[in-house]
């Protein structure tokens, strides 16, 4: 009945997107959105849906003026590149339909350049406008009474996305966090109540993806996966299940609270599961911001250290990427150097930096209104809207760059490598290497598979980054590894540690744009 052409906007060079060394191993973007291939399973089989991922492929404009409708998600961060097109579509004469994070958080961004607005999740919403739309009789705004029952939720439609051209898959076992971390939007879009998919629906998911697309790292998007250990104990296990079943096909990352640290069972089903890597919120050392704002997971069990916390994990063979964010009301300048100090006890290789932002609707920006304390500028040159209270900005923006710089040195860089992969940092993944000494063929195949990648990898990284001290640094890192421990999965870490390392040195020559400083951490 109607033609939908869903988009998502390309994001601004970032922390996380790799943009700058991607290509080094062959790939477009690091992960697809969650939204696109979820919508296009939720609509109704008269339609047709075309999937347009501008982070992998341009805006067919074209098309777009042909579609009945055109649809729009995006994040914060791609705020300013969906103005822009929704401007273009405007001028097409489109019919446009926005929804997302972004303007779930403000609903009035995009003013007349959006035909109708999706606040909050979409399952029930979407399906409705669509009914809506069929009877010329849409709303201008849909939102949802009811959060989104998970157990019915469809399998997105993965085979509408070019899934090869991406560095990682994608998957969502659960929605909401039961913490109430006052800078956080997760709960305002998806509550408190962390609620979760049949094992059934992960498993046909978990098949999609290997069996259709073909992919063989998966991000698990759950923003908190612990939010209810008990159900997601009984999910792992299915998940360990499915993975003994095929020889381990997939590698898995993650996002989890910290105190995953203080659950042995969860941490050894996650290590049997094959989730090798957790991005968990650290956010500070100090103590006192943790409290301001409503860490409290992060203050439990004092008789360990947050760096004591984070090794617990790493014993499990588990890799720990930690966020931290500088700027709370209780930081004072010393908190550039604590930061420093504690990336470095706690291991942390990769550490996304931030300086505190006041996303609209969380309780911190309702709280910094309130204090008058909120910079309006859409994009500000001081890099965030929190008007600190410990310091002063310029004070904020010079320390936060210095923690970058320092945390992003290639020898700080690779010393926290060094300390958690060649000294003993990171256990070993006792339940998965007791399991491959049983399939010796199979282990044989994949240390092949990781050499042949890492040569790739090491080759590419020599002919293509100019800089002849960064060559240097990268070989002298292969070379220690072989004489080390010259283990073919450590030396395909390391390579893929100087790809990411590339990317971050790039980066940080960027983060100034017309005299105002990104805050892309």
């Known amino acids: 009945m109607a033609h939908i052409v869903l988009i998502n906007p390309r994001f601004e060079t970032s922390y996380w997107g790799m943009e700058h060394a991607l290509h080094l191993v062959g790939f477009k973007a690091n992960m697809p959105v969650a939204a696109l291939p979820l919508l296009a399973a939720l609509t109704p089989a008269e339609h047709s849906v075309t999937l347009i991922d501008e982070n992998v492929e341009p805006i067919d404009f074209n098309l777009c003026a042909r579609a009945d409708i055109v649809g729009l998600t995006g994040m914060t961060v791609q705020r300013f590149r969906m103005k822009e097109i929704l401007t273009e579509l405007k ?68 085979d509408l996305m070019k899934m090869r051209r991406y560095a990682l898959g994608t998957v969502q076992f659960s929605r909401g966090c039961p913490f109430t971390c006052e800078f956080c939007d997760i709960i305002v879009t998806f509550g408190r109540k962390p609620r979760i998919k049949t094992t059934e629906q992960i498993v046909k998911e978990l098949d999609a993806l290997h069996h259709a697309a073909k992919v063989k790292a998966v991000f698990i998007v759950d923003d908190n996966l612990i939010g209810n250990k008990k159900v997601i104990k009984g999910v792992l296990r299915e998940v360990v299940a499915w993975q003994k079943a095929r020889d381990y096909p997939l590698t898995f990352f993650t996002e989890a609270s910290l105190d995953l640290a203080d659950d042995e069972e969860l941490l050894e089903l996650m290590d049997e599961a094959n989730i090798r890597t957790v991005f968990v919120g650290i956010e500070t050392p100090n103590e006192d911001s943790l409290k301001e704002t409503r860490k409290i997971q992060n203050l439990r069990g004092h008789n360990r250290s947050i760096a004591e916390k984070v090794h617990a994990i790493q014993a499990h063979g588990i890799e720990v990427w930690g966020g931290m964010i500088l700027g709370f009301d209780n930081d004072r300048p010393d908190i550039f150097d604590r930061q420093v100090q504690m990336v470095k006890e706690a291991r942390v290789v990769h550490s996304s930096v931030g300086m505190l932002c006041a996303i609209p609707k969380t309780p911190l920006h309702v709280r910094l209104a309130n204090e008058g304390r909120l910079d309006r500028a859409d994009r500000t040159e001081y890099g965030t809207n929190v008007i600190p209270l410990g310091m002063d900005r ?128």
């Open 91 to 158: 001028r097409l004469g489109c019919f446009t339909v926005v929804g997302g994070p972004w303007v779930t958080a403000q609903e009035d961004y995009f003013g007349a350049l959006a035909d109708v607005i999706v606040v909050g999740e979409a399952e029930l919403s979407w399906p409705k406008f669509l009914a809506d739309w069929s009877r010329k009789e849409h709303a201008c705004r849909y939102e949802q009474a009811d959060r989104t029952d998970m157990t019915k939720v469809p399998v997105p439609r993965h």
């Open 394 to 521: 310029d004070t904020l923006r010079e320390g936060y760059l210095r923690v970058l710089r320092e945390l992003y040195d290639a020898r700080n860089f690779f010393a926290r490598a060094d300390a958690l992969y060649l000294e003993g940092g990171i256990g070993k993944s006792k339940s998965r290497d007791g399991y491959f000494k049983k399939k010796p063929l199979r282990h044989v195949g994949m240390a092949a598979e990781a050499i042949l990648h890492s040569l790739y990898v090491f080759l590419k990284l020599q002919s293509a980054v100019r800089d002849p001290d960064l060559r240097r640094i990268y070989r002298q890192m292969t070379y220690k590894v072989l004489r080390r421990r010259p283990d073919p999965f450590i030396l395909q870490v390391y390579a893929l540690k100087s790809v990411a390392h590339y990317h971050y040195h790039r980066l940080l020559a960027t983060m100034m744009v017309d005299g105002h400083l990104i805050n892309m951490f």
